[in-house]
């Protein structure tokens, strides 16, 4: 079975420029994670999806990042413009609808964004 | 708001026995993971506990106390590959929309 896939790996942008990180996750699985992972810090949520629809985006700077999964699949995320707090990991995450007792999260090797 | 402590840094000898702590302050608990990251790796899932006690799974053990909101990790028989960082997380909610807010993370240097 194929893992998480996210693409680019790295990434390197002036500040007030734009990226874009793209995730595909496991086949089936409705639950779709983005999180935020700064140097030597724990994952910080940004933005959950079940399917195609948000269902928490709370701790989303939605003046400059955005993000989308318009069919219930693959996910887009925006940071625009970046700052260089911006500088991370963008970590992609997935499980299926149906919850398996555990709560598993199953990660991509993560997007990591050099913000200069 | 939700908060979860770790030590930063934990280092043992190889074949030794170690502890990671985690103490947590969420609302809306549900179970308690650890996961396993290794440098510019993807987190891995190591163990849960939704019920107090201890859960084994080979080399690794997680316990839970849900009356202190507090867990551990306890690693045994350890090896070189196990120099990593370890994170607890919460899982808040339990049915499909549950989400996982992870701790600040210890990361374990096993020397020889």
């Known amino acids: 079975e194929a893992g998480v896939a996210q693409s680019p790996r790295y990434k390197i942008i002036e500040k007030r420029q734009s990226v874009a990180f793209w995730c595909n996750p496991i086949?089936?699985?409705?639950?779709l994670y983005w999180y935020q992972q700064i140097l030597g810090q724990g994952p910080k949520l940004l933005i959950q999806?079940?399917?195609?629809?948000?269902?928490?985006d709370s701790q989303l700077p939605k003046d400059r990042f955005s993000a989308e999964r318009l069919k219930g699949v693959d996910s887009t995320l925006k940071i625009q413009p970046a700052k260089l707090e911006d500088s991370a990991v963008y970590l992609c995450?997935?499980?299926?609808?149906?919850?398996?007792?555990?709560?598993?999260?199953?990660f991509g090797e993560g997007s990591r964004l050099t913000v200069l | 708001g939700q908060s979860l402590e770790q030590p930063s840094e934990v280092t043992a000898v190889e074949g030794a026995i170690v502890q990671i702590n985690c103490t947590y302050q969420?609302?809306?608990?549900?179970?308690l993971s650890w996961y396993q990251q290794h440098d510019g790796g993807a987190p891995t899932f190591l163990s849960y506990?939704?019920?107090?006690g201890l859960e084994e799974t080979g080399r690794f053990s997680s316990f839970l106390s849900r009356s202190d909101s507090y867990g551990y990790l306890l690693l045994q028989e350890l090896q070189m590959k196990d120099s990593a960082s370890y994170f607890c997380?919460?899982?808040?909610?339990?049915?499909?929309?549950?989400?996982?807010?992870f701790g600040t993370g210890t990361l374990l240097a096993v020397q020889p």
């Open positions: 506990n939704a019920l107090d």
């Open positions: 969420t609302s809306g608990f549900y179970g």
């Open positions: 999806f079940q399917n195609n629809g948000v269902v928490d």
């Open positions: 997380a919460v899982t808040l909610g339990g049915g499909a929309t549950n989400k996982l807010i």
């Open positions: 086949s089936g699985h409705a639950t």
């Open positions: 995450a997935s499980r299926p609808l149906t919850f398996s007792g555990t709560g598993e999260l199953f």
